[in-house]
């Protein structure tokens, strides 16, 4: 089946999220502490497709060798899955382009890895301060890629953006399916 990976940093609101997207409360676990989904999770929607949700990455506060670990988590994920799709990559939308965030994207592209960006936390800013992020930080993206990635802006605290998440895995799916079929 179909693979779709959410990974993004520590604290972005992956867990919220992909709870919203599942319409289950209590499915991934989520805390105001960093770093707490520490292994590879895999969630069964609609029987046609798996949720991956990937250890964030980023955290200030583990130690190197933790660190390590995780990101060799991470990539050897990258590496081996066949099933994998498309990764969506987290980003608080109140938040700067960060190195971090920049790296892993550049290391998607450099693996060939098809991936969207997520927006989290919209219900933080205002509606013209929304559009303005986005616009920014696709204008920064735009400095290095030639091609924007798909984006979605989503709020897990006001259910903003589910429809359109699903709705793009959907379309995905049922290209598969057509491709497979001829
Ligand atoms: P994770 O570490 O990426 O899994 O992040 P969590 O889902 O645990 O969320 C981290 C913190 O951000 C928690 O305190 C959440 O309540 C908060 N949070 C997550 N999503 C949203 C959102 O859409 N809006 C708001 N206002 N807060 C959010």
Known sequence: LPEYAFIGRSNVGKSSLINM???????????????KTQLINHFLINDNWFLVDLPGYGYARV?????????KFITNYFEQRQQLVSAF?????RH???????EFMQYLGEKEIPFSII???A???????????????CNHLLRFWEELPPHFV???SKKIGQDEVLGFIAETNEEIEGLRNN
Not at 63 to 71: A, E, G, L, M, V
Not at 89 to 93: K, S
Not at 123 to 137: M, Q
């Open 63 to 71: 130690s190197k060798s933790t660190k390590k670990t995780f990101q």
């Open 154 to 156: 989503t709020s897990s």
């Open 123 to 137: 219900d933080k800013l205002k509606p013209k301060a929304i559009e303005r992020h986005v616009e920014e930080y």
């Open 119 to 121: 927006f989290t936390k």
């Open 96 to 102: 700067k382009p960060q190195p971090v965030d920049l």
């Open 89 to 93: 990559v987290l980003i608080d939308i």
């Open 21 to 35: 997207l599942t319409d289950r409360k209590s499915l991934a676990k989520t805390s105001g502490r960093p770093g």
